[in-house]
């Protein structure tokens, strides 16, 4: 399988072509519907992220979808070049506290993290922002 | 979206993808309903395929717009992985459910 890109701008109704292709990918690289679902989700997360923070919902952004095969892992990174975006800074959600407590933010990095095998944020001024996403191919 | 009556329960139909690019429309319609008196709200999802962190946050809301005025809002007939996903979230704690899931356990829609 060779890598595959595909440049979207950051219109949110490209999300479900996003998700198509990454499916599609996904399971050229041989992982099984719930695998498939699990990184597809969290592509979906990652854009979103990337069109609500980084370029704070203005559609007229670029985003770069790029899945490959590495090792075991099926892998996608998503690129986009809006303002930066620091994992850090978002606070954890708790999954388990009651209604009146739950804080509405910080659901979408809660579900990328959970949802892959290993995930990795960097910024750069040139490259922008990038995260990376792992999704073994098969059950260990 | 039919007109509202405030005694009976309001079912609307969630349809495919709930996204970031429907999230904003959902929390409208959602908002509308609340504000037209409907008391019981349900949202039915059986025909709803994707539910993303975009998505959860409009039905948090809308769970606390009818509770904090005496109202209700149930998830109905939710398919399997709709639920892993509330699952995840912990929000199959927060949400009434109702339905047999083993009746919707896929749904395919485009």
Do not use: W
């Amino acid at each position: 399988m060779t890598p595959s890109e595909v440049c979207f701008t950051s219109d949110r109704a490209n999300l479900s072509q996003i998700a198509e292709f990454v499916a599609e990918q996904a399971r050229l690289a041989g992982l099984d519907e719930q695998r498939v679902f699990e990184i597809q989700m969290a592509t979906d997360e990652a854009c979103t992220n990337s069109i609500e923070h980084a370029y704070d919902g203005e559609p007229a952004g670029e985003i770069r979808v790029c899945c490959y095969i590495e090792d075991t892992d099926f892998v996608v990174r998503v690129t986009d070049f809006g303002r930066e975006f620091n994992p850090d800074l978002v606070p954890q959600p708790d999954v388990t506290a009651p209604l009146e407590e739950r804080s509405i933010g910080g659901l979408g990095l809660f579900f990328m993290r959970k949802l892959v095998d290993d995930i990795q944020f960097s910024f750069d001024p040139i490259q922008g922002n990038q995260v990376i996403l792992r999704k073994r191919r098969a059950c260990p | 979206m039919s007109t509202p009556s405030e005694q009976a329960p309001y079912v609307l139909e969630g349809v495919g993808r709930i996204d970031a690019s429907i999230a904003s429309q959902l929390d409208e319609q959602l908002k509308a309903l609340h504000a037209a008196g409907v008391r019981v709200l349900i949202l039915d999802l059986s025909k709803v395929t994707y539910l993303s962190s975009s998505g959860l946050r409009v039905l948090l809301l809308a769970l606390r717009r009818q509770e904090a005025s005496g109202g209700r809002f149930v998830l109905r007939n939710v398919p399997e992985r709709i639920m892993r996903v509330l699952r995840i979230a912990g929000f199959d704690r927060l949400f009434p459910i109702e339905g047999d899931p083993a009746l919707t356990s896929e749904t395919h829609d485009a």
